[in-house]
């Protein structure tokens, strides 16, 4: 069983930077496929990165595409998402998420089995 727990959030200001991390208990970590979710207040729980169990592929919500980073770093059990140039609306509460798959490029942005508990990101305008 993987469990995963998030770190890193806070309250920054637009523009400004933030990293995220996750890290995952047990030994399958390196075999799963990571992704990163948030909910902000009031709206469904939204894809925003993914990352297959080796690193070769990396997946974007739209709105973050070059000012967000998924990574990780499978010998420490560790994803982080690096958020660059935040805007008011990534407001929100940020979820680890993972899964085996065999389909991941095609299946990166649902279906997820494990859940980290979600970590609070506030961007003052």
């Known amino acids: 069983q993987v469990q995963l727990v998030e770190s890193g959030g806070g309250l920054v200001q637009a523009g400004d930077s933030l990293r995220l991390s996750c890290v995952a208990s047990?030994?399958?970590?390196?075999?799963?496929?990571m992704a990163w979710f948030r909910q902000a207040l009031g709206k469904e729980r939204q894809f925003v990165a993914g990352i297959s169990s080796n690193s070769g592929r990396t997946f974007y919500v739209d709105s973050v595409k070059g000012r967000f980073t998924i990574s990780r770093d499978n010998a420490k059990n560790l994803v982080y998402l690096q958020m660059n140039s935040l805007k008011p609306e990534d407001k929100a509460v940020y979820y680890c998420a993972g899964k085996f798959s065999v389909s991941y490029s095609t299946t990166y942005d649902r279906g997820y089995s494990h859940w980290g508990q979600g970590n609070q990101v506030t961007v003052s305008s």
């Open positions: 047990g030994r399958t970590f390196s075999n799963f496929n």
